[in-house]
């Protein structure tokens, strides 16, 4: 599976955007996908993931409602909805998926084989 992510941008603080991670192939095989974040010198952290058959979503708590994941299987294509952005949600964020995560890592990067190649979302105050 190859994943293509894009959407992002230059926005201002409490402005939004909407970020779309489309899949090359059919995700048959894809149980969860997700979105992680990346600042220079860091980590990549959690965002938000979905089950890709049953639709339960999963939030970090720093954007628990204020972002929100969705999937349109149809397209093979998941979204990320960011409304009430901060100047500390500036990152690249990446899209995820793969076919051996499990809810108990699903907030893992390491559980994730297929990557997209990031967007990069600036968020100016």
């Known amino acids: 599976v190859q994943l293509q992510a894009s959407g992002g941008g230059l926005v201002q603080a409490g402005g939004s955007l909407r970020l779309s991670c489309a899949a090359s192939?059919?995700?048959?095989?894809?149980?969860?996908l997700a979105w992680f974040r990346q600042v220079p010198g860091k980590d990549r952290d959690f965002v938000a993931a979905?089950?890709?058959?049953?639709?339960?979503?999963y939030y970090a708590d720093s954007v628990r409602g204020r972002f929100a994941i969705s999937k349109d299987r149809a397209k093979n294509t998941a979204f990320l909805q960011m409304d009430s952005l901060r100047p500390e949600d500036t990152a690249v964020y990446f899209c995820?998926?793969?076919?051996?995560?499990?809810?108990?890592?699903?907030?893992?990067?390491?559980?994730?084989?297929?990557w997209g190649q990031g967007t990069l979302v600036t968020v100016s105050s």
């Open positions: 995820a998926a793969g076919p051996s995560v499990i809810l108990s890592n699903v907030r893992s990067q390491t559980a994730y084989n297929h």
């Open positions: 192939t059919r995700t048959f095989s894809v149980r969860y």
């Open positions: 979905i089950n890709w058959s049953g639709g339960n979503t």
